[in-house]
């Protein structure tokens, strides 16, 4: 079965950092762009980076860039989402997603839920 | 940055009933458009890609159409399953962005 796991959410303060991995099974990771979509609980999708199949290339949105890091271990067959300097804004379910090629979100995880409070 | 909106935000149908719902983007985006649905509680799932193709599963109810800056999700006769949030999605250009959402709800 083709499944995206997230884990590594959770409550920190504000300024302080996470880092949030997913685990992929039933496909091979490094054939997909990948992504990582955010959603505040009762409000709208939000996206948040991508990275190429190959880790080769990388985009941010404008209010993670400079603080958010995707990278990937397609040995492993993770995706990894490091956030630093999080804030109260960053406080959001935090959903894994492959790419099935035209941008297309096809494999949602099940989300994992950070939350920056102090 | 591309901004989508939808409308309407929010519409009560009854189960058989056909549902229209539109997106525009602020700007050109070709045939760039995705559609989801979510239901509460769970992660979005994909319906529709490249503006008017069905992802493999979805029931042939859900259409797609547009291109450019307009485009409507179509459900020609609603199921009690189809009563969720429906999201497009621009893939244009970075950031990719989505709609606002449409809440379908039971009349």
């Known amino acids: 079965e083709v499944q995206l796991v997230e884990s590594g959410g959770g409550l920190v303060r504000p300024g302080e950092s996470l880092r949030l991995s997913c685990a992929a099974s039933?496909?091979?990771?490094?054939?997909?762009?990948m992504h990582w979509v955010r959603q505040v609980p009762g409000k709208g999708l939000v996206w948040v980076s991508r990275?190429?199949?190959?880790?080769?290339?990388?985009s941010y949105a404008d209010s993670v860039k400079g603080r958010f890091t995707i990278s990937r271990d397609n040995a492993k067959n993770t995706l990894h989402l490091q956030m630093n300097s999080l804030s109260a804004e960053d406080t959001a379910v935090y959903y894994c997603?492959?790419?099935?090629?035209?941008?297309?979100?096809?494999?949602w995880g099940q989300g994992t839920m950070v939350s920056v409070s102090s | 940055d591309i901004h989508m909106t939808q409308s309407p935000s929010s519409l009560s149908a009854s189960v058989g009933e056909r549902v229209t719902i539109t997106c525009r983007a602020s700007?050109?985006?070709?045939?760039?458009l995705t559609w989801y649905q979510q239901k509460p509680g769970k992660a979005p799932k994909l319906l529709i890609y490249?503006?008017?193709t069905l992802q493999t599963g979805v029931p042939s109810r859900f259409s797609g159409s547009g291109s450019g800056t307009d485009f409507t999700l179509t459900i020609s006769r609603l199921q009690s399953e189809d009563f969720a949030t429906y999201y497009c999605q621009q893939s244009y250009s970075t950031p990719f962005t989505f709609g606002p959402g449409a809440k379908v709800d039971i009349k």
């Open positions: 490249s503006a008017s």
């Open positions: 990275i190429r199949g190959d880790g080769g290339t990388t």
């Open positions: 700007q050109s985006i070709s045939r760039y």
């Open positions: 039933g496909f091979t990771l490094s054939g997909y762009w």
């Open positions: 997603v492959r790419d099935r090629g035209s941008d297309a979100f096809d494999i």
